[in-house]
């Protein structure tokens, strides 16, 4: 697939999902806004707040007023991890769209990491952990569901639990993602290497939480994301339904 070669400064939208991210979010905008003042021609960054009950929605409008590259989506309800993504990518207007957790455990200055993948034909550049940071439990159930995608979806990166992506906003013309929880990561990757974007992957720094909790691991989100993920099975690989 043809794509358009990047500018030497090119155009980006760097966003983070956020719920109860009080102690970090502050940190990654800043860091955010600062490298991109110095890597892009273009940019903005974006903050989904999906329907926080911590100090988060104080911090990031006290952030706000001395950062008119800030955009701030609030959720008056949480809608889930899936929910935050899709916000973030339909506020998101920018040539190349950047997105990481907003829990701090990853550092968004290394995105000037991936910029040099974004060549001409590398639609998705995609991050995997050097080494996890967490704790014991986390790692055996991440590496599980990540064996289990890879195998039962053909996912072909090395790491689909690592939200450190970077990807043409072109590429994803056509995609429609459907779910609001963790699933749509196995969505959104199934379905880029579907439509034949081309993938580059490059190893990135992963640290332990030093705020907060998971959202995720607790029997019922674990259970629910089971069962969407089988339905996501059913729809993709059986019958084939991309839309």
Same mark, same amino acid.
């Given at each position: 697939?043809? %794509?358009?070669?990047? /500018?030497?400064k &090119?155009?980006?939208s760097?966003f983070?999902?956020?719920?109860n991210d009080?102690g970090s979010i502050?940190?990654? #905008?800043? *860091?955010?806004?600062a490298?991109?003042r110095?890597?892009? +021609?273009d940019w @903005? $960054?974006? $903050?989904v707040?999906?329907g926080s009950s ?10 706000a ?5 800030l ?11 899936? =929910?935050?993504l899709?916000?973030?990518?339909r506020?998101? /207007?920018k +040539?190349?769209?950047f997105?990481t *957790?907003g829990? =701090?455990q990853? *550092?968004?200055?290394?995105? +000037?990491? !991936? !910029?040099?993948r974004?060549?001409? =034909? ?5 991050g995997?952990?050097?080494k996890?940071h967490? &704790?014991f439990?986390?790692?055996?159930i991440? %590496? ?5 995608s ?13 939200d450190?992506?970077l990807i043409?906003?072109?590429a994803?013309?056509?995609? /429609?993602l459907?779910?609001d929880?963790g699933v749509?990561?196995v @969505? ?7 439509? =034949?974007?081309?993938?580059?992957e490059?190893? #990135?720094h992963?640290? &332990? ?7 995720f691991f607790?029997?019922r989100?674990v259970?629910? %994301?089971?069962a +969407?993920? %089988?339905v996501?099975?059913?729809? !993709?690989?059986i019958l084939?339904?991309y839309?």
């Open positions: 697939m043809a %794509t358009k070669k990047l /500018t030497a &090119p155009s980006i760097v983070f999902p956020c719920y009080e502050a940190k990654l #905008v800043n *860091d955010a806004s490298v991109l110095r890597i892009a +021609e @903005e $960054v974006i $903050v707040d999906d911590d100090n988060s929605r104080k911090i990031l409008k006290a952030l007023k001395n950062n008119p590259k955009k701030i989506v609030f959720h008056e309800k949480n809608r889930g991890y899936g =929910g935050a899709k916000s973030g990518f506020n998101a /207007t +040539e190349l769209v997105y *957790d829990d =701090g990853y *550092d968004v200055r290394e995105i +000037e990491k !991936l !910029l040099p974004i060549a001409d =034909g590398i639609d998705v550049v995609q995997y952990k050097l996890r967490d &704790p439990y986390r790692m055996i991440g %590496t599980l569901y990540h064996h289990f890879r195998i039962v979806f053909n996912i072909k990166v090395k790491d689909i639990d690592c450190f992506r043409r906003k072109k994803m013309d056509g995609i /429609t459907h779910y929880s749509i990561c @969505e959104l990757v199934k379905k880029l290497q579907k439509k =034949g974007a081309r993938f580059s490059i190893g #990135v992963h640290f &332990p939480r030093l705020h907060g909790q998971s959202q607790n029997i989100r259970s629910k %994301t089971l +969407e993920q %089988t996501l099975w059913w729809k !993709l690989i084939k339904q839309d």
